[in-house]
């Protein structure tokens, strides 16, 4: 089964704002409202940001937000600082006897 | 706090065999579906396996199956992988995780190194 799609890298300034893309497939991302990101910095173990698409778990600050449009999931980093320069990773649930899936990954460069 | 605490991790031959272990704490442990994800040296997050609650429904990525046994004693509040037939594409750092609920990922254990190698 073939992983989630998103960009290699994005980049932006502090206090400027972007998106990261998460392209699947109606058996996935576009069928269900099952999408769920998660930050990661070298070395250190994932963390969740969003899941449902939308929802924020306790303690994670609203500059992060998550919206979906057909195939396409996205997370948006708004305020941008240099503390969120990360790996960040999509997750969804699938409709195959694989249940799940992680996109491939995006690395945020503050510049 | 829910702890998640991996062990089994270590250096195999290619064709070899490893027993992953993940000892849950501070939840309910039968409560909730747990998933092994991997992460390969530099590389990106792999979903590998996940268990249900309680009915024991098991489901793995194509990349496992039929040589990675999931599986879970709630009297003990563990989790395993059972890791047959080993390749040196299987090198990786292994997570234990915990399922949200929302079929999402909440708690993730540190990791356990695991290394296919001759």
């Known amino acids: 089964q073939s992983a989630l799609t998103q960009p290699a890298s994005v980049s932006g300034s502090p206090g400027q704002s972007i998106t990261i893309s998460c392209t699947g497939t109606?058996?996935?991302?576009?069928?269900?409202?099952?999408v769920s990101w998660y930050q990661q910095y070298p070395g250190k173990v994932p963390q969740p940001l969003i899941y449902?698409?939308?929802n924020r778990p306790s303690g994670v600050s609203n500059r992060f937000s998550g919206s979906k449009s057909g195939n396409t999931a996205s997370l948006t980093i708004s305020g941008l600082q240099v503390e969120d320069e990360a790996d960040y990773y999509c997750?969804?649930?699938?409709?195959?006897?694989?249940?799940?899936?992680f996109g491939t990954g995006t690395k945020v460069t503050v510049l | 706090q829910v702890q998640l605490v991996e062990s089994g991790g270590g250096v195999v031959q290619p064709g070899g065999s490893l027993r992953l272990s993940c000892a849950a704490s501070?939840?309910?442990?039968?409560?909730?579906?747990m998933h092994w994800v991997r992460q390969a040296p530099g590389k990106g997050l792999e979903w590998v396996a996940f268990?249900?609650?309680?009915?024991?429904?098991?489901y793995y990525a194509d990349s496992v199956k039929g040589r990675f046994t999931i599986s879970r004693d709630n009297s003990k509040n563990s989790l395993y992988l059972q890791m047959n037939s080993l390749r040196a594409e299987d090198t990786a750092i292994y997570y234990c995780?915990?399922?949200?609920?929302?079929?999402?990922?909440?708690?993730w254990g540190q990791g356990t190194l695991v290394t296919v190698s001759s």
């Open positions: 501070g939840l309910t442990f039968s409560n909730y579906g």
């Open positions: 995780a915990k399922d949200g609920s929302k079929w999402d990922i909440d708690y």
């Open positions: 449902e698409v939308t």
């Open positions: 268990v249900r609650s309680s009915r024991n429904d098991k």
């Open positions: 109606t058996s996935d991302v576009g069928g269900y409202n099952y």
């Open positions: 997750y969804s649930y699938r409709s195959s006897s694989a249940l799940f899936v």
